[in-house]
């Protein structure tokens, strides 16, 4: 199993403004990271929205989007933060009987393994329009519990593992598992390098203010540690204009280091870092 580090996904539309990062989706994911991203996105929203009730139920779903209902990453020092997609997978194994919910969460590539756990008392969502609960009728909206609703696979409010992954390749809910190409493993390779370089950039910088991302992307000292790493940053203007298919694997524009240092300054791994690491460098710039 290939796992591909840092895909953001951006929201559009009522959402725009709303991403979301998944650190650790392995090449084999059956649901299309857009799908989950969007309901995701839209929980952020609904959470922004209503961030000045203080009701239990706010509370709740604070504490199921920050720890429980999303299976990439959650935990990046067990598997990978693949521990909970593990866990998904053998829920889809053969005769294997599935609440509603549980297929449900599985259709939109949330943390199923959890629901009855740490997900507490999570609605069945079968039935008319929820009144009142604004994170379960977005639930609710989406086309894979609209499907499910109407589904005759769903008996006495369960559905068997086959026939829900028929019901999914029915609609398209899950995806053909994509084959490694090498330009994801050399972007991935990119990645590691950026972030080792830049940690080790930071331990030995004497400098008393503070590094942002365009400062970073220009600065020499870190350009040459890429380039002794096996990463160029391309720098003249004839080279910074190659087509991308002109170019060597390993060369990237100074574009593109502001796109990995985004990508990396927003990830989990960044805020596990030292704080006097850190707080070299201005996350917002």
């Known amino acids: 199993m290939s796992i591909q580090r840092i895909i953001i996904h951006e929201c559009k539309g009522y959402y725009k403004g709303y991403e979301h990062i998944f650190e650790c989706v392995d090449d084999n994911r059956k649901v299309d990271i857009n799908t989950t991203g969007d309901i ?23 504490n ?24 998904n997978y053998e829920l889809l194994k053969e005769n294997k009987l599935l609440s509603y919910n549980e297929a449900l969460f599985l259709l ?28 379960e009728l977005e639930f609710w909206r989406t086309k894979q519990n609209q499907e499910l609703k109407q589904s005759v696979f769903v008996v006495d409010g369960k ?11 029915e609609n398209n809910f ?11 493993v050399q972007k991935d390779k990119n990645i590691e390098i ?39 940053v391309i720098e003249t203007d004839m080279d910074a204009s190659k087509k991308p298919i002109h170019r060597k694997s390993n060369e990237i524009t100074p574009a593109t280091l502001y796109d990995y240092l985004t990508a990396i300054l927003k990830s989990n791994w960044w805020t596990e870092q030292d704080k006097p690491i850190q707080n070299k460098v201005k996350n917002y710039q």
């Open 40 to 62: 995701i996105c839209r929980i952020k929203k609904n959470l922004d929205f209503f961030s000045k009730n203080k009701s239990k139920y706010l509370q709740d779903w604070n």
């Open 194 to 232: 950026v972030k080792t370089t830049l940690v080790n950039f930071l331990k030995q910088s004497k400098s008393k203010s503070e590094y942002n991302k365009n400062s970073l992307k220009q600065n020499a000292k870190l350009i040459n540690i890429l380039k002794d790493n096996g990463l160029i």
């Open 108 to 135: 939109l590539g949330l943390n199923a393994h959890e629901l009855g756990r740490s997900i507490k008392d999570f609605p069945v969502l079968n039935g008319d329009e929820p009144i009142a609960k604004p994170f």
């Open 64 to 87: 199921y989007f920050k720890y429980h209902l999303i299976a990439d990453g959650i935990n990046p020092h067990i598997d990978k933060g693949q521990f909970y997609v593990k866990k």
């Open 159 to 169: 559905i068997t593992s086959e026939k829900l992954i028929e019901l999914a390749k």
């Open 174 to 184: 899950f995806t053909t598992p994509k084959k490694s190409n090498q330009k994801t």
